[in-house]
Nanobody
Framework: EVQVKESGGGSVQAGGSLRLSCSVS????????MGWFYQAPGKDREAVAA???????NYADSVKGRFTISQDSTFRTIHLQMHNLQPEDTAMYYC?????????????????????WGQGTQVTVSS
């Protein structure tokens, strides 16, 4: 079993920045894709950023230009650097690992049942 753990959430004012991190307990050959989802109260969980083990990235339109996903060299830790946060970014952020490729946000949403998930970390943005 692979454990996934997020860290780095918190509260910021609009326009502020936060950096989320996600670590997995071990790397497996199926761990080609990793990424971040967010889920606002009463809404569906949606993918916002994805990264492949060879470094290719993909973003939801809502976060392009503001969020950056990155990985460490072992692909056991990924990060989500978030800038210019807005109140609508307020959500629980979840890390997902090892869904089948391609490593796009669209495919991440389709394949979410196959991923390993963390418990989530809360991001709150006040106006």
């Amino acid at each position: 079993e692979v454990q996934v753990k997020e860290s780095g959430g918190g509260s910021v004012q609009a326009g502020g920045s936060l950096r989320l991190s996600c670590s997995v307990s071990r790397y497996t050959n199926s761990m080609f894709c990793m990424g971040w989802f967010y889920q606002a109260p009463g809404k569906d969980r949606e993918a916002v950023a994805a990264i492949s083990s060879d470094g290719a990235t993909n973003y939801a339109d809502s976060v392009k230009g503001r969020f950056t996903i990155s990985q460490d060299s072992t692909f056991r830790t990924i990060h989500l650097q978030m800038h210019n946060l807005q109140p609508e970014d307020t959500a629980m952020y979840y890390c997902a690992a090892a869904w089948p490729g391609p490593c796009t946000v669209a495919n991440a949403s389709r394949q979410r049942a196959l991923a390993y998930w963390g418990q989530g970390t809360q991001v709150t943005v006040s106006s």
